[in-house]
T-cell receptor, first 113, second 116 residues
Framework: GDSVTQMEGPVTLSEEAFLTINCTYT??????LFWYVQYPGEGLQLLLKATKADDKGSNKGFEATYRKETTSFHLEKGSVQVSDSAVYFCALSDRVNTGKLIFGQGTTLQVKP | EPEVTQTPSHQVTQMGQEVILHCVPISNHLYFYWYRQILGQKVEFLVSFYNNEISEKSEIFDDQFSVERPDGSNFTLKIRSTKLEDSAMYFC??????????????FGPGTRLTVL
């Protein structure tokens, strides 16, 4: 079945450092890809998305490009802030049935001042 | 972004008891979902609901679970006889509102269920 794999965490960075969180997927069809963020004690917020190959999703300085050839959707940010500390989930939606989301295991990011 | 509220925020129950978790989307959407997140683990799909019936469910969603939309707005998840392993955060999500995009889901803040 479809699945999502994320890099192991936690990731600890200093403020203004460059961030990459790796995400790869396995899917039989042509999924939409998402990054969700979960701040401490809160629910999931949609951070960005891409719906077809070579699309780039972006929001709040974060970017991710849908790479069909490498089945990847890595999250990047050029300069992280302390407020970016959260758990980041990569997810796919198969778009065939009901669009249910399949999540990766999540990557905890801690940014130190 | 559409608003989704969930009640209660935290539910503590004894093993074997029934619980009902509530989700109220503050706008008209077509698809409703329940997910759960056991502490420290990934978010897992439970069930999707469309046009007043279940459209897809996972293997987790066994006979102990049920969903309904009794009054056209409130969307509930019932666990008939809770087990210790049901302790988790339960998230409601919605999609396919005015945008028509059913693959863009918006989540509620979650209900933390603790089974003792």
């Amino acid at each position: 079945g479809d699945s999502v794999t994320q890099m192991e965490g936690p990731v600890t960075l200093s403020e203004e450092a460059f961030l990459t969180i790796n995400c790869t997927y396995t899917a039989t069809g042509y999924p939409s890809l998402f990054w969700y963020v979960q701040y401490p004690g809160e629910g999931l917020q949609l951070l960005l998305k891409a719906t077809k190959a070579d699309d780039k999703g972006s929001n709040k300085g974060f970017e991710a490009t849908y790479r069909k050839e490498t089945t990847s959707f890595h999250l990047e940010k050029g300069s992280v802030q302390v407020s970016d500390s959260a758990v980041y989930f990569c997810a796919l939606s198969d778009r065939v049935n009901t669009g249910k989301l399949i999540f990766g295991q999540g990557t905890t990011l801690q940014v130190k001042p | 972004e559409p608003e989704v509220t969930q009640t209660p925020s935290h539910q503590v129950t004894q093993m074997g008891q029934e619980v009902i978790l509530h989700c109220v989307p503050i706008s008209n959407h077509l698809y409703f979902y329940w997910y759960r997140q056991i502490l420290g683990q990934k978010v897992e799909f439970l069930v999707s609901f469309y046009n007043n019936e279940i459209s897809e469910k996972s293997e987790i969603f066994d006979d102990q679970f049920s969903v309904e939309r009794p009054d056209g707005s409130n969307f509930t998840l019932k666990i008939r006889s809770t087990k210790l392993e049901d302790s988790a955060m339960y998230f409601c999500a919605i999609s396919a509102g005015t945008s028509g995009r059913y693959d863009e889901q918006f989540f509620g803040p979650g209900t933390r269920l603790t089974v003792l």
